[in-house]
Each structure stands twice: as C-alpha cells, then as structure tokens.
C-alpha cells in the first residue's frame, strides 16, 4: 500500500520557520522525482520544490527561492521541505508528490498534506 505522509505543519510568525517532513513507503522511493506542492484558499494547486531521483536536481518556485530548501534521503525514504523567513503568504496546505514517468504514462502519488500558517 502505497503511502505518503506528511508532518511538520503548525503555526509559525512571520520571519519564523518549519521543516515539514513527507515519509514514503510501498513504493520504490528512490526512482520517484519528490515534489511540494501547496494550496492557499480560493487558489489553485502550485509547485513548490522538486527534487529528482537522486538528489542532484532541484527546482523551487520564483516565490521561495533563497528562502526553502528540499532534500530527500533514500535511505530513510524521506523527502523535507525546510522553510526559513516564512511570510503571511506562504500560508497554505502543503502536499508531498511522487512522480516516475514511463513510456506512455505517468505514476503520481500524493499525501494527505500538513497546514502551514504564518501569522503573528
């Protein structure tokens, strides 16, 4: 059984920080491209972070570049999400993805998430 599960969210003042957590399993972590994802209120669904396979690429939002940082251990089929000088709009409800491509289709699988506000 396929599972993705997400901790770390809370309550945080502006200019504070979170380390949200996404720990995987009945899936073959270390093929899958690990993205966050998050969800504010009345918006759509937007990328976040990525990391792929290996952990020698990654890709952040324009939004929180300089500011959050992902990282994956294989080992421990883990994929973090650390978020430093957290603004009111960072607010939301963050998802962890895994992605593998195939040829001819794709393999997604998502977490339930873990809300994150930033207010003082």
């Known amino acids: 059984q396929v599972q993705l599960v997400e901790s770390g969210g809370g309550l945080v003042q502006p200019g504070g920080s979170l380390r949200l957590s996404c720990a995987a399993s009945g899936f073959t972590f270390r093929n899958y491209a690990m993205t966050w994802y998050r969800q504010a209120p009345g918006k759509e669904r937007e990328l976040v972070a990525s990391i792929s396979a290996a952990g020698g690429s990654t890709n952040y939002a324009d939004s929180v570049k300089g500011r959050f940082t992902i990282s994956r251990d294989n080992a421990l089929n883990t994929v973090d999400l650390q978020m430093n000088s957290l603004k009111p709009e960072d607010t939301a409800v963050y998802y962890c993805?895994?992605?593998?491509?195939?040829?001819?289709?794709?393999?997604?699988?998502w977490g339930q998430g873990t809300q994150v506000t930033v207010s003082s």
């Open positions: 993805n895994a992605r593998r491509d195939f040829i001819g289709t794709t393999r997604n699988y």
